[in-house]
């Protein structure tokens, strides 16, 4: 062959490559596809334009550089569409997709996120398999929808997960036993569900835990919260209400030092509010009304002393109120029983129930 001949042959293969490694890996090219075909009807128009085999180029997809693999689905129901001009603020538009979720999606098993959110008319189940193929997975947002069927187990397996936002859905069932495998889990978001039967104790060993969501669902027995310091050193919003929660508040709630929000208003919890409340000296918002408590309100709480919101009415406590609440100096709403001393809060309206 002639050397010029073979210089030809050489940028030949070379544009060859370059072209074919632009296609979509075949399995990320199905599972695209499938997802595509389970979706009825799209108002934001993002899935007319996936069209041919170059799906990193794709609206809401994103692809590794190295790997060519898919990494990302991000289609929310809520995003900001590009501006032309630098100086405005992209608008926010709000679209809609209609279907299901086809469980071809865990073919993508380099998949890091998928943000499907508020997309209001995805329905059916969350695919079974996806704890056993989507072993990348870091960040899974489904909240504002209509899916439904229970948590998969296999979830429990997604151990490089740091967000799970499946709120404001129609799920059933229990939270797997196991959700404590996730060591990475930052944010955890199951409310307004209808997910039933007790917290899993493992939940405990969530030890880089932010955020734990839980509200509006049918949850029993008992609070489930660390028995020694530093299990969750970084928890900041705790939030229990609107279920069906007995037993005490444990006294072990005094341990989460770092604690903005804690609430669990409207359950059937008894006893006393633990006198440990007054460790959370980051406390901002308590909330524990519409419950059984008893006894009086302990003089710790004073130790909260950023407290800024106190619902404690609907309960069996008795007066006074410590007179230690003048020194809550940041205190905005409260909510108390009509017995209560009131007259040494120091301002803010006051709701007298």
């Given at each position: 062959?002639?050397?010029?001949?073979?210089?030809?042959?050489?940028?030949?293969?070379?544009?060859?490559?370059?072209?074919?490694s632009?296609a979509?890996?075949?399995d990320?090219?199905k599972?695209?596809?499938?997802?595509?075909?389970?979706?009825?009807?799209?108002?934001?128009?993002?899935?007319s334009?996936?069209?041919?085999?170059?799906?990193?180029?794709?609206?809401?997809?994103?692809?590794?550089?190295?790997?060519?693999?898919?990494?990302?689905?991000?289609?929310p129901?809520?995003?900001?569409?590009?501006?032309?001009?630098?100086?405005?603020?992209?608008?926010?538009?709000?679209?809609t997709?209609?279907?299901?979720?086809?469980?071809?999606?865990?073919?993508?098993?380099?998949?890091?996120l998928i943000?499907?959110?508020?997309?209001v008319?995805l329905?059916?189940?969350i695919?079974?398999?996806?704890?056993?193929?989507?072993?990348?997975?870091?960040?899974?947002?489904?909240e504002?929808?209509?899916?439904?069927?229970?948590i998969?187990q296999?979830?429990?397996?997604?151990?490089?997960?740091?967000?799970l936002?499946?709120?404001?859905?129609?799920?059933?069932?229990?939270?797997?036993?196991?959700i404590?495998?996730?060591q990475?889990l930052?944010?955890l978001?199951?409310?307004?569900?209808?997910l039933?039967?007790?917290?899993?104790?493992?939940?405990?060993?969530?030890h880089?835990?932010?955020?734990i969501?839980?509200y509006?669902?049918?949850?029993?027995?008992?609070i489930?919260?660390?028995?020694?310091?530093?299990?969750?050193?970084?928890?900041?919003h705790l939030?229990?209400?609107?279920?069906?929660?007995?037993?005490?508040?444990?006294?072990s709630?005094?341990?989460?030092?770092?604690?903005?929000?804690f609430?669990v208003?409207?359950?059937?919890?008894?006893?006393?509010?633990?006198t440990?409340?007054g460790?959370l000296?980051?406390?901002?918002?308590l909330?524990?009304d519409?419950?059984?408590?008893?006894?009086?309100l302990?003089?710790?709480?004073?130790?909260?002393?950023?407290l800024?919101?106190?619902?404690?009415?609907?309960?069996k406590?008795?007066?006074?109120?410590?007179?230690c609440f003048?020194?809550?100096?940041?205190?905005?709403?409260?909510?108390?029983?009509s017995?209560?001393?009131?007259?040494?809060?120091?301002?803010?309206?006051?709701?007298k129930?």
């Amino acid at each position: 062959m002639a050397p010029h001949h073979f210089i030809w042959f050489l940028v030949v293969i070379s544009v060859l490559t370059i072209c074919e490694s632009k296609a979509c890996h075949p399995d990320d090219l199905k599972g695209l596809n499938d997802f595509k075909v389970g979706i009825h009807s799209d108002t934001s128009g993002r899935l007319s334009n996936w069209k041919g085999t170059e799906c990193c180029n794709w609206p809401g997809i994103s692809c590794n550089s190295t790997t060519g693999r898919v990494v990302q689905i991000n289609l929310p129901g809520y995003y900001e569409e590009s501006s032309d001009d630098d100086e405005a603020p992209a608008p926010v538009i709000g679209r809609t997709m209609t279907g299901s979720i086809s469980p071809s999606i865990t073919l993508l098993t380099s998949l890091e996120l998928i943000d499907l959110s508020k997309l209001v008319g995805l329905t059916g189940p969350i695919p079974s398999s996806i704890g056993f193929n989507l072993k990348n997975l870091k960040k899974l947002f489904l909240e504002g929808n209509q899916i439904s069927g229970v948590i998969p187990q296999s979830m429990s397996n997604l151990t490089n997960l740091v967000i799970l936002n499946l709120e404001n859905n129609l799920l059933t069932g229990s939270i797997p036993e196991n959700i404590g495998n996730l060591q990475a889990l930052q944010e955890l978001s199951l409310s307004n569900n209808s997910l039933s039967g007790k917290i899993p104790n493992s939940i405990t060993k969530l030890h880089s835990i932010k955020s734990i969501e839980l509200y509006q669902n049918q949850l029993e027995g008992e609070i489930q919260l660390p028995t020694i310091p530093g299990q969750w050193p970084a928890i900041e919003h705790l939030r229990l209400e609107n279920n069906r929660l007995t037993g005490i508040i444990p006294p072990s709630v005094g341990f989460l030092t770092s604690l903005l929000r804690f609430s669990v208003s409207n359950n059937q919890l008894t006893g006393p509010i633990p006198t440990t409340l007054g460790n959370l000296k980051s406390l901002q918002h308590l909330f524990v009304d519409n419950n059984q408590l008893s006894v009086q309100l302990p003089n710790s709480i004073c130790g909260t002393s950023g407290l800024s919101v106190l619902f404690i009415s609907h309960n069996k406590i008795v007066g006074p109120l410590p007179n230690c609440f003048s020194s809550l100096k940041y205190l905005q709403q409260i909510d108390v029983p009509s017995h209560l001393n009131i007259s040494i809060i120091p301002r803010g309206p006051v709701r007298k129930m």
